[in-house]
């Protein structure tokens, strides 16, 4: 006996319903599992795999996390050539002038430069323009000191001919105390002095001892200026020191000698003033003073006669 379509379709519908039913009325399908629950599952879930892959299952696995990305590297600094320019023909004491508003930090590229190449004279020179023309940092004037303290003492003097020094005295006033020991010592200061100078100037003394001071046991004053070689000649300014130690006499008048030159050319001319020093003044005369700074520091005591006007 066949039974119909329309009987025999709700029947087996009805059937799957009722089973279905009957399975799930007391299963919560809202409401999520407990803790307690997922872990009794997830042992049943290890016990049923096979053995080997029980060793590294996709719940125990661990996923190496990535690194964290290493710094970018620090970007080349490419540096730009440097041009030496003619490096054959006879500098003169402003040279390297025009490059001294690039920079000092360039004017010290181009001394290092010229140093490799062998233009000791050249290198010598743009390392000076650190010091009296560009605009430098304390590190860069401490640079180009050094490389100057490096390379001067190797070089000739620059003027070798005493005939075309310009003149310059060094007048000395005090009291009878040191009178019989200034004469030995100033012709040991000039001659350090001619020598800081690369030959540029030629130093005399003139030694004013004052006859109403007397001997006593008190530090006894001591009065330096510097002229031209003429009575009317151009001066410095009077710096003055005290001293009962003869020992340091020569080094407090070059310190003195120091100052007054300094102290005049930031006075009288556009250039930047010689850096300062507390350490020994000799080789601070022959490394902060650039040799363009002796030359002009000559130049304001020896001045040139107006010519006449008739001739």
């Known amino acids: 006996m066949r039974i119909p ?5 709700p029947v087996c519908i009805l059937t799957v319903v009722l089973i279905w039913w009957a399975g799930t009325r007391k299963m919560d399908f809202l409401s999520s599992p407990s803790e307690a629950r997922l872990e009794r599952i997830r042992e049943e879930t290890l016990a049923s795999l096979p053995m080997s892959r029980m060793e590294e299952d996709a719940i125990s696995i661990k996923v190496p996390l990535p690194e964290d990305d290493p710094p970018p590297p620090d970007p080349v600094e490419i540096e730009e050539p440097v041009d030496l320019g003619d490096i054959t023909s006879p500098p003169v004491l402003d040279t390297y002038s025009d490059r001294a508003p690039e920079g000092a930090a360039k004017l010290l590229a181009l001394a290092s430069a010229l140093e490799n190449a062998g233009a000791f004279q050249r290198a010598l020179l743009a390392n000076e323009r650190v010091l009296d023309l560009a605009q430098s940092t304390p590190e860069e004037i401490q640079s180009a000191i050094t490389a100057i303290q ?4 190797t070089l000739t003097l620059w003027n070798t001919d005493a005939e075309t020094a310009l003149p310059v005295t060094i007048h000395i006033g005090t009291g009878q105390k040191f009178a019989e020991l200034l004469p030995e010592i100033l012709e040991s200061v000039t001659r350090d002095l001619n020598l800081s100078s690369s030959g540029l100037i030629a130093f005399s ?9 007397q001997t006593t046991d008190a530090p006894t004053p001591v009065a330096i200026w510097i002229t031209g070689p003429e009575k009317n000649s151009p001066s410095t300014d009077v710096l003055s020191f005290t001293t009962e130690d003869t020992e340091t006499l020569k080094q407090d008048q070059l310190k003195t000698v120091f100052n007054l030159i300094r102290g005049h050319l930031s006075k009288s001319t556009a250039y930047n003033p010689a850096p300062e020093t507390l350490e020994d003044p000799v080789p601070a005369l022959s490394s902060h003073i650039t040799r363009l700074l002796w030359q002009e520091f000559a130049t304001l005591l020896n001045p040139k006669e107006p010519e006449n006007a008739e001739d």
């Open 150 to 153: 490096k390379i001067r003492p």
């Open 205 to 213: 003394y003139k030694l004013n001892i004052g006859k109403s001071i």
């Open 5 to 9: 379509f329309l009987i025999a379709i």
